[in-house]
C-alpha cells in the first residue's frame, strides 16, 4: 500500500518556564481523640455534582444552534509537496481513533494544549495560520473545537517516539487526500519519527492543497461535492496505524553482535 509522506522545513518553538523555589504552605493535620468528622458523605455529595456538571457540560457541547454551525469550505491554494512510499501497516486495526467537533460556541470543559493519541506516542493540535494553537476543550472524553467562519487552520500531529505511523484524516466526512467520504481504511499521511506533520488543506495534486477555511454549512466543501453531505458538517477525524518498511534491509549476520564495545546512545 502507498502512503504519502509529506515533507516539512518547520522551526519548532520550546516555550521553558521557569518555577520559582517557594514552597506552598502545608496545612497540619489535627489530632483529637473526642471528635471525629464523616467526610465520605460530602465527598460523595461532590463526587456527584461533578460528575452531573461533567454531563451537563457534554450535553451542551453537543448541542449546537444553526447559527453556530461551521463547516470547512475549499480555500485557497497554498504549496505542499508529497511523495508516495511503500510502507505496510503492522495491523489492520487502528491504534488510535479520536473525533473533534467543531462550531463558533463558546464551549464548556478542560481546556487542553494537545490531544493525546495512541497512549501519549502522539500529540494532536489544531492550529491557525499564524501558528496560534485554537482552543480545544475536552469534556467527559470527548472533544470540542471553537472556531470562527472565515478562519483558517490546520491540523499537527507531533510523533514522540522513534516509530512511523500513518495519519488518516478526515474533514466533515470528506477524506483530506483523496476528496472521497472517508474511511478509516484508506491511504494516507506519513508521520516520521520524532517528526511533525503538518495537513493544511484539501489536496489536490502533489504539490498543493486547497486550505481549510471555517464557513457556514452551506459553503462546505462537504455540501459542494458528490462524495460528501451537509450533514457531516462541524467534526475533525483522525486514525492512527503504525508502519514498517517490507524492504528493510536486516544487515549482514554478526557471529558475536554482543562485541562492540561501546555503550549505545539513550533511546
Known amino acids: ?22 514552597q506552598a504552605p502545608v496545612e497540619s493535620p489535627l489530632s483529637s481523640s473526642t471528635q471525629s468528622i464523616d467526610t465520605a458523605p460530602q465527598a460523595a455529595a461532590q463526587s456527584m455534582n461533578v460528575s452531573k456538571l461533567s454531563y451537563e457540560s457534554a450535553a ?21 509537496y508529497v511523495t508516495q512510499v511503500d510502507l505496510r501497516r503492522t ?54 473545537l471553537q472556531g470562527k467562519a472565515g478562519q483558517a487552520y490546520r491540523l499537527v500531529y507531533r510523533n ?22 472517508a ?19 484539501f489536496r489536490k495534486s502533489d504539490s498543493a492543497v486547497a486550505s481549510f477555511i471555517f464557513s457556514k454549512p452551506a459553503d462546505a466543501y462537504a455540501a459542494n461535492t458528490p462524495a ?6 462541524g467534526i475533525i477525524g483522525t486514525v492512527v496505524y503504525e508502519l514498517y518498511d517490507p524492504n528493510r534491509r536486516i544487515g549482514e549476520p554478526q557471529p558475536f553482535p554482543a562485541d562492540n564495545g561501546y555503550a549505545p546512545p539513550p533511546r
Not at 10 to 15: G, H, N, R, S
Not at 66 to 79: A, C, K, P, Y
Not at 135 to 144: C, D, K, S, V
Not at 167 to 174: E, K, L, Q
Request: net charge positive.
Open 1 to 22: 500500500m502507498k502512503k504519502y509522506q509529506k515533507w516539512l522545513g518547520l522551526t519548532l518553538i520550546a516555550l521553558l518556564s521557569a518555577c520559582a523555589g517557594q
Open 60 to 80: 451542551t457541547n453537543r448541542s449546537v444552534r444553526s447559527s453556530e454551525r461551521l463547516g470547512t469550505q475549499w480555500g485557497d491554494e497554498v504549496s505542499s
Open 160 to 181: 514522540h517516539t522513534d516509530k512511523t505511523y500513518e495519519i488518516v484524516a478526515s474533514v466533515d466526512g470528506i477524506d483530506v487526500i483523496s476528496g472521497k467520504a
Open 91 to 144: 495491523s489492520e486495526t487502528p491504534i488510535a481513533e479520536t473525533a473533534v467537533r467543531y462550531a463558533d460556541k463558546h464551549y464548556r470543559g478542560r481546556g487542553i494544549n494537545e490531544i493525546s493519541l495512541a497512549a501519549g506516542k502522539i500529540g494532536f493540535f489544531v492550529e491557525s495560520d499564524s501558528r496560534r494553537r485554537l482552543p480545544i476543550f475536552r469534556t467527559e472524553g470527548q472533544y470540542f
Open 183 to 201: 474511511s478509516r481504511y484508506h491511504a494516507g499521511y506519513v508521520l516520521k519519527p520524532k517528526g511533525t506533520l503538518v495537513i493544511e488543506g
Open 228 to 233: 460528501g453531505s451537509i450533514a457531516n458538517t
